[in-house]
């Protein structure tokens, strides 16, 4: 079982910068991949990044040259830093745990609450 807990979400103006957190709880975190996706108002929830337990990492395209994902396995957190934001980059972004290195969200089996992030124009 893993808990997962984000954090670092707010308001932003175009062109700035966020760092997104995700604290995960259990034994096995190192066991598992994890990811962030998000989810816009009236979109579909989409892929936004992944790391593996050994820091291999694949990007949305949207976001790739933007967004780094990081993972910190002895303190069990993964971090999506954020720059050159844009209004299309405002939803809820959740961070997710699978056992396999994926950008498909059905392989996630344990998901956070999510936390929101507004880009401003």
């Known amino acids: 079982q893993v808990q997962l807990v984000e954090s670092g979400g707010g308001l932003v103006q175009a062109g700035g910068s966020l760092r997104l957190s995700c604290a995960a709880s259990?034994?096995?975190?190192?066991?598992?991949?994890m990811g962030w996706f998000r989810q816009a108002p009236g979109k579909e929830r989409e892929f936004v990044a992944v790391?593996?337990?050994?820091?291999?990492?694949l990007y949305n395209p949207n976001v790739k040259g933007r967004f780094t994902i990081s993972r910190d396995n002895a303190k069990k957190t993964v971090s999506l830093e954020m720059n050159s934001l844009k209004p299309e980059d405002t939803a809820v972004y959740y961070c997710?745990?699978?056992?396999?290195?994926?950008?498909?969200?059905?392989?996630?089996?344990?998901w956070g609450q999510g936390t929101q992030v507004t880009v401003s124009s």
């Open positions: 997710g745990a699978s056992p396999y290195y994926s950008t498909e969200q059905y392989r996630y089996l344990y």
């Open positions: 259990g034994r096995t975190f190192n066991s598992y991949a």
């Open positions: 790391i593996s337990w050994s820091s291999n990492s």
